[in-house]
């Protein structure tokens, strides 16, 4: 447990040492596809003595506001953020984005686009399913999802409720996943305007996972175009990945991340806790964005 943030005693805290303990700069709430609220994630992160929290929702910033709060409440330093689903020379990448001003219009302009889009997949993906005689209604996955960044695993969870697949994997597997016949191809904004919109927003852009994205020779030519940050840590990373990232990184002069991707209790365990991000380098990427 953070001494600085007791459980006993929310809001008795006292500022933590610039740069010292860990944070979770990767993280989804119910207002994406998490299955926590704001007060749920920062309670968690106070259990587990987190210095700072990021919240990184699916094309969205609503759930910020009250992540704040509840963060504020726990002496925890909170980072609005957002993931953003972006392409970049025919390869879909997820992008980060950190400190934006989150009333910005012109970043909420085009959340609520990404977000029209989202809802049309939806439509679609279970305009497929019902041709494949699976009797699911689109209705009944946005009552599920309750948010306005509806994304498959809500389909996947609406399909194992309703016991039309066994298991959200099952889902994943048989119908959702790229070529499987419900799946359908997303819009999505390029790289360049990605990281554009984000740095107009004041913000930072920061490469997600990049260890599952398959096309590490592109990562020059983001940090060429603008990016200012590498996820090196993530859950689903292995160790070996995280050093070859962190020295890409620094030859590229990118600030270093890293983050649960914590979806809550949506993928069995949360992941919460399972990277611990040294803050030290919360204090670089803070440095990044005033170079
Ligand atoms: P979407 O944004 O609608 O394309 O959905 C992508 C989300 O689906 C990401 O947050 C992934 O974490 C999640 N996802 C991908 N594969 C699976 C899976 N097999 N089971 C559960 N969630 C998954
Ligand atoms: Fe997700
Ligand atoms: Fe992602
Ligand atoms: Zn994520």
Known sequence: MNPSASIANPGASHQAEAGAGFA?????????????TPEELALKGAQLGLVAMALTDH?????????????RNWGIEFIPGTELTAE???HEVHLLGYFMDVQQ?????????FQAVRQERIQEMVARLNKLGLPLRAETVFALANCLSPGRPHVARALARDGLCGSMDEAFERFLKK??????????????DAMDLLHQAGGLAVLAHPGLNHCDRIIPHLAGAGLDG????????????????LALAQ?????????????GLSKGKPLIGGVRLPAVYLERLKQARRG
């Not at 094309?59 to 963060?71: I, K, Q």
């Open 88 to 90: 970049f020379d025919g």
């Open 251 to 263: 030859r590229l002069n990118l600030a270093v991340t890293g983050g649960s991707d914590c979806h």
């Open 59 to 71: 094309d969205t910033v609503e759930g910020c506001p009250r992540m704040a709060l509840a963060c």
């Open 230 to 245: 590498l996820e090196c840590f993530h859950s689903k990373q292995t160790s070996t990945q995280s050093e070859y990232y």
């Open 179 to 192: 070529g499987r016949p419900a799946w359908v191809p997303k819009y999505k904004i390029s790289a360049r």
């Open 105 to 113: 219009p012109r970043l909420l302009a085009a959340i609520k686009k």
């Open 24 to 36: 979770d700069l990767h993280l989804h709430t119910l207002f994406s596809d998490g299955t926590f």
